[in-house]
Nanobody, 126 residues
């Protein structure tokens, strides 16, 4: 059974950093497209960092480029989202999502993904 479990969220002041983790079980992350997707209250879901091993490519939302970094540890079957220079607009529930294959132009489209974790809350506030 495919399962994704996120952790690492919390309350952080503007300018601070957090690292989110997503541990996969029941499948190998190396064979899947993996995305970090967030949803703020009253807003649509937004793909923020998405990786395809097939295309060896990571896409980032414009709003997080230069601040967020997607990394993975295949040995631990875990992916991470390092978030630096956080701003209040980054406040959201962050989800880890997976799908076996997706066209490159849909890499960071939330509807492309069919497996989701439970999410972890990130709040950026002073």
């Amino acid at each position: 059974q495919l399962q994704l479990v996120e952790s690492g969220g919390g309350l952080v002041q503007p300018g601070g950093s957090l690292r989110l983790s997503c541990v996969a079980s029941g499948f190998s992350l190396d064979n899947y497209v993996i995305g970090w997707v967030r949803q703020a209250p009253g807003k649509e879901r937004e793909g923020v960092a998405c990786f395809s091993s097939r295309y060896d490519r990571t896409d980032y939302a414009n709003s997080v480029k230069g601040r967020f970094t997607f990394t993975r540890d295949n040995a631990r079957n875990t992916v991470y989202l390092q978030m630096n220079r956080l701003i209040p607009e980054d406040t959201a529930v962050y989800y880890c999502a997976a799908v076996q294959a997706v066209p490159l132009f849909r890499l960071c489209v939330p509807d492309s993904y069919d497996s989701w974790g439970q999410g972890t809350q990130v709040t950026v506030s002073s």
